[in-house]
């Protein structure tokens, strides 16, 4: 088994940043490539970001891409996402998720793991 847990979440105006953390706790956290989701209200969740287990390899949604970076830190059992220049398109719950089978992977029913989420609210 393996415990995610989501933080860094909150209420942002277009153009800021905010950061997710998700620290992870149970099973080796680098067996495991991980991801982050979004879903918003009325739409289904939605892949943001993935990172390899071993970190070095990431990929990212086309909406997303130059203005999210996916990073982990094995040692600390975390990975983050820098967002950057956020648009209110990107309000939703942002989910990370834990994935052993092969990489990359985009969707969500591969993922074995997930956490509970955290809100980020993009403002005009």
């Known amino acids: 088994q393996v415990q995610l847990v989501e933080s860094g979440g909150g209420l942002v105006q277009a153009g800021g940043s905010l950061r997710l953390s998700c620290a992870a706790s149970g099973r080796s956290f680098s067996s495991y490539d991980m991801g982050w989701f979004r879903q918003a209200p009325g739409k289904e969740r939605e892949f943001v970001a993935g990172i390899w287990r071993r970190g070095g390899m990431t990929t990212y949604a086309d909406s997303v891409k130059g203005r999210f970076t996916i990073s982990r830190d094995n040692a600390k059992n975390t990975v983050y996402l820098q967002m950057n220049s956020l648009k209110p398109e990107d309000t939703a719950v942002y989910y990370c998720?834990?994935?052993?089978?092969?990489?990359?992977?985009?969707?969500?029913?591969?993922?074995?793991?997930w956490g509970q989420g955290t809100q980020v609210t993009v403002s005009s």
């Open positions: 998720a834990a994935n052993s089978g092969i990489w990359p992977e985009r969707t969500t029913r591969h993922y074995d793991y």
